[in-house]
């Protein structure tokens, strides 16, 4: 009797690497083998705790964490994708007192508007949640959510966007910032939902933002319209290079990392979708199914193309374990020898698009 299984099914692009900052060693340990609402809280635990630093002392800290050039400042808000801006602002050197318009000064950003957390600490201060950012495109920014936005009623100068949500699950003003960066403000919303998982089931009755985006519990925290668009987000924009420096710079002042840089997967291990039926993909792109003692993974490959097609096996630490080749559209992979734990199914062709699973052992 075959014994199916069917945990999740999502797109990726090839080349996409699971694992990518200077992580000190057994950082993670005490998260592999979970996924979903286990996974969060044993990041959770790891991440809690971290070391304070005052809301003063960021403009301080910026020169390492948000250093782009010439110690000039990485603002998300005016920086281009191609790394250029219409004005820069020097470290320490342009901050904000008073501003009339774009380009005047920068101050900080709270990617979680602290409003959603009534000013609280250490939230205020988390150098994950608070960026170095334009004044002005801050302040048009306000507490409004972040999310796609269809007729803008306002554009800054790298193209970022303020005007009615077009992402279904949502009517109310959002900001969009530019693709090259959605991907960076989506994993600081997974970190502050994972990071104060003791406190985030709170947040729905400090504002009506908030409440728009975050579903009142400790688990998977926002509302289903907010994971879809986080999760297609973080695809959308890999982790960069800028990113993981980010990540060990904060790391080296808070003693706290963004396990969502560090590890990616992580965030479809909690928050993917699972299907209703435990047979076949709803867009009956894969059969996933185990002999009866789970010691052989089949896949069955329902598409006309013909070009070439690959499975691989990775662990939760983005190890690749087992590889094969899909010969007429079939493939088994035997797994027997793998310890128990969670695994990600990664199928991908020749015109390089990928379907992964999530599957148990």
Known sequence: MKK???ISLTLFYFGIIFSFAQIPQGYYDSAIGLYGTQLKTALYNIIKNHTVVSYNSLYTHYATTDNLKGDTVWDMYSIKSNGTANYYYRHGLNTCGSYNSEGDCYNREHSTPASWFNDASPMYSDLFNVYPTDGYVNNRRSNYPMAKVGNATWTSSNGSKLGTCITLGYSGTVFEPIDSFKGDFARSFLYMATRYENVVATWPSNSTEAAAVYAGN???AFKQWYIYLLLEWCKLDPVSQK????NNAVYNIQNNR?????H???AELIWGPYPATNDISKEKLFNVYTNADRSIVYVDLFSAENSKNYIYLY???GRKVLSDIINNNKTELNIASLEN???ILAAFSADKVIFTYKIVK
């Open 341 to 343: 734990g969670v695994y």
């Open 218 to 220: 400790s688990g998977l």
């Open 264 to 266: 990616p997967e992580f």
């Open 243 to 246: 990113e993981i420096d980010r």
């Open 258 to 262: 963004n396990p969502f840089i560090d």
């Open 4 to 6: 199916r299984f069917f």
């Open 315 to 317: 662990d939760i630490s």
